[in-house]
């Protein structure tokens, strides 16, 4: 199990490095009015953009790795985790400084990484009801209406709500991968929860990119990471029979989660990719 943790890791470095590229190249793409797909076609025109895809499709093999054998719960907080890599990565890099509190989102984002390795109990692929699978695919359809009527709107309110979906998004990809149990091309073409996965993730690209794009990306990361970890780790506990070890572990597993997904929302600003002096200078010209 020490590799698949390793694995979740590995998908957090990555997910953490693209977020700082992908957030460069989209806001270098011309917007379009509201969910247009060739908003994601001007952005893979921009070389910061698709290098950050690369690392996203390098994230998701790591993250499919350590989804064969960890809780969606774990796998999740793991995952939000990639804003503690963004904020220590953006000091040298970027120019960035992180306060005294800052540091302490990071050190609450590892400790609560810690206690969710010592505490996870072993999963794997789950046997679900066909109705299951299906709903699965019916969430991709919902997620797609709700995602095109809220990018049409002009609301302040836009971003944040786009940057949910796109948590809700992940959250559906994770799902989507712990219930593959066949992974042979004959069984994949019947299997829905195959088209939830792939039709989900090129959703979630598309409503991640137009959320990027709206200006407020702290808020649209700290609401991906509540969209990505509280309600699929529910999801995962009900229906998949995720657990952590026997005996006193579940609540170190409840408090590891709390504090990476906290520690994660704080350090949200970081997603934006850019230093506090560039943001002042760039709000300084805007008067």
């Not at 499919?64 to 054998?69: G, P």
């Not at 800052?102 to 066909?130: F, Y």
């Amino acid at each position: 199990m020490l590799f698949s943790v390793l694995a979740a890791l590995a998908a957090a470095l990555c997910y953490g490095v693209a977020t700082v590229l992908q957030a460069l190249g989209a806001r270098r793409t011309a917007s379009a009015s509201g969910l247009d797909p060739r908003v994601l076609v001007r952005a893979l025109g921009q070389w910061p953009f698709v290098l950050g895809t690369g690392l996203d499709l390098a994230g998701y093999v790591c993250q499919f790795v350590a989804l064969r054998e960890l809780p969606i719960f774990a796998v999740e907080a793991a995952q939000s985790a990639n804003l503690a890599v963004t904020a220590v990565l953006a000091v040298p890099v970027l120019g960035a400084r992180l306060h005294g509190r800052e540091w302490g989102a990071v050190a609450a984002v590892c400790a609560g990484l810690a206690l969710l390795g010592v505490s996870a109990g072993h999963e794997g692929p789950v046997h679900t009801h066909a109705a299951f699978r299906w709903s699965l695919l019916g969430c991709v359809a919902l997620l797609g209406l709700a995602g095109r009527r809220c990018a049409g709107t002009r609301e302040p309110w836009r971003s944040r709500l786009l940057g949910l979906l796109s948590g809700l998004g992940f959250g559906l990809i994770a799902l989507a991968t712990r219930v593959l149990t066949d992974l042979s091309p004959s069984a994949l073409i019947r299997d829905p929860a195959a088209y939830a996965l792939l039709l989900g993730a090129a959703l979630t690209f598309l409503l991640y990119t137009v959320a990027l794009q709206g200006g407020v990306v702290t808020s649209v990361a700290a609401a991906l990471v509540v969209g990505e970890t509280v309600l699929p780790a529910a999801v995962g506990l009900v229906f998949l029979g995720d657990h952590s070890r026997p005996g006193p572990y579940g609540p170190l597993a409840l408090i590891g989660f709390v504090l990476a997904v906290a520690g994660a929302i704080a350090l949200s600003r970081f997603a934006e990719g850019e230093t506090e002096s560039e943001t002042e200078g760039a709000r300084e010209h805007a008067r």
